[in-house]
């Protein structure tokens, strides 16, 4: 059976709306105890409103989405685009007028309880999880997938503010992300998507995939998200990078082992040969001393090369070492100036984080020097806000302006980024130039769990 609630209504609207509609329809006032359908049709009368749009807004909210809300004007003079905004669905003139399209009402009421259903079995049966959220951050519905993927319950979970799902410092942050893009329009996330940490129930860390959209739903904005769990792709992925990695070190060891002193003993011959001949006055001394020098030349270069390709020692303070290095060996070959800055001790027990932070910083000095055309580069290394912080900061003609063939290291540098858990963003210098930030959370498995 139709049920029909009646809204800022008079005892006489009550009367005169069951006596038409008889036993078609169950009439009631908004104040009644009596017991409500899931999808009534709300029928609001402005005459009692001071505020018409306000009212819609507080009866769509309190009835939901499906709710058929039906207004009777009386002659209240209000602008309609504001009302469908804030959530009306329809309008009548009078009471009566409205009574005479009631078997048009309850047909739009089925048809839209139909698509609802529709929609929920669809999002309920989704592999990825989907959480929808208002303008405060409180999380308003969330399917199945979402109690798999952070194991609360939808009762944990709906109501509350979505940083539960979030661990520090972006929990903490949250909402003055969310309040500033409301503000500015300033986008991060919503509409462009990215990789984030999630955090679930038993306090345990995990890689996402994170899309976020906005919509405008009775008069409100809301935002749904949908997340995705990588954690078996990123593993995937790390090991792919450590069995690089492995490689890269067996061949440097290989050049330092045996090109090296191939050409080490190949140098010292050469030597040896060019004194012998300067001795005796032969006129292919100056010759042979020029072949040792080269020689000694190359033996410089592979083992530089050798360094480059194992750069980080396993002891906890190696990368610090390891970007010294870099900077004397960026001096070496491209000629300009490169300087260190480490604002705090940063120790690494996983290789994994030193290795690729070396990496991303050997391709952005190589970038700033090859295709920026700069003189000065300089590197900080340290932590803000309980993230680590790697920076390359040169002085060259700039990033968009640059010449660049292909591309790929900008997309390793990014990729290195993303299986650390962390961001890479390139952005023009204040005084020319370019900024390479990558900004990773600390190495940690889990938090405290959730015991509220």
Request: aromatic share 4%; net charge negative; with cysteine.
């Amino acid at each position: 059976m139709l049920q029909i609630i009646l809204v800022n209504a008079t005892p006489e609207d009550l009367a005169r709306t069951t006596d038409a509609l008889g036993d078609s329809a169950a009439v009631s006032v908004e104040e009644d105890d009596a017991p409500r359908s899931g999808w009534p049709v709300a029928v609001l009368c402005f005459r009692a409103c001071d505020d018409p749009v306000a009212c819609v807004q507080r009866v769509r909210e309190e009835y939901g989405v499906i709710t058929v809300l039906v207004g009777i004007m009386e002659g209240c003079e209000v602008d309609s685009g504001a009302l469908i905004e804030a959530g009306l669905d329809d309008a009548a003139e009078s009471l009566e007028e409205l009574i005479g399209r009631f078997p048009f009402v309850a047909s739009r009421l089925r048809q839209r309880g139909r698509r609802q259903l529709r929609l929920e079995a669809i999002l309920e049966n989704t592999v990825d999880g989907i959480l929808v959220i208002d303008s405060m951050g409180i999380v308003q519905s969330v399917n199945k997938a979402v109690e798999r993927i952070f194991l609360y319950s939808p009762e944990e979970v709906v109501g509350r503010n979505v940083s539960i799902l979030m661990p520090s410092p972006d929990r903490d942050r949250h909402d003055q992300y969310l309040g500033r893009y409301l503000k500015t329009g300033e986008r991060r996330i919503i509409g462009i998507g990215r990789e984030v940490v999630g955090r679930r129930k038993d306090g345990s860390l995990f890689p996402l995939d994170l899309a976020v959209s906005e919509a405008r739903l009775e008069g409100r904005s809301l935002f749904a998200g949908v997340v995705r769990d990588i954690s078996e792709r990123r593993q995937l992925e790390t090991a792919v990078l450590r069995i690089s990695e492995e490689e890269r070190r067996r061949i440097g060891r290989d050049m330092h082992d045996g090109l090296g002193q191939m050409l080490t003993g190949i140098g010292l011959i050469a030597k040896n040969v060019a004194q012998k001949l300067v001795k005796e006055g032969h006129q292919a001394a100056e010759d042979v001393g020029e072949i040792a020098k080269l020689i000694r030349e190359a033996d410089e270069q592979a083992r530089a090369l050798s360094r480059g390709l194992v750069p980080v020692e396993l002891d906890r303070n190696g990368l610090a070492s390891a970007l010294r290095r870099l900077c004397g060996q960026a001096e070496l070959l491209f000629g300009g100036r490169c300087r260190l800055e480490i604002t705090d001790v940063v120790s690494l027990e996983d290789g994994t984080v030193a290795i690729n932070l070396y990496r991303i910083a050997q391709e952005a000095v190589s970038n700033a020097f090859k295709h920026g055309r700069a003189e000065n580069v300089q590197i900080r290394f340290g932590l803000k806000r309980g993230h680590i912080v790697l920076v390359v900061e040169d002085d060259g003609i700039g990033f968009n302006k640059a010449p660049r063939s292909s591309g790929m290291g900008v997309q390793i540098m990014q990729y290195r980024a993303s299986v650390l858990g962390g961001r890479l963003e390139i952005f023009p210098a204040e005084d020319g130039g370019s900024v390479v930030s990558c900004d990773i959370p600390r190495v940690r498995e889990e938090e405290p769990p959730t015991t509220e």
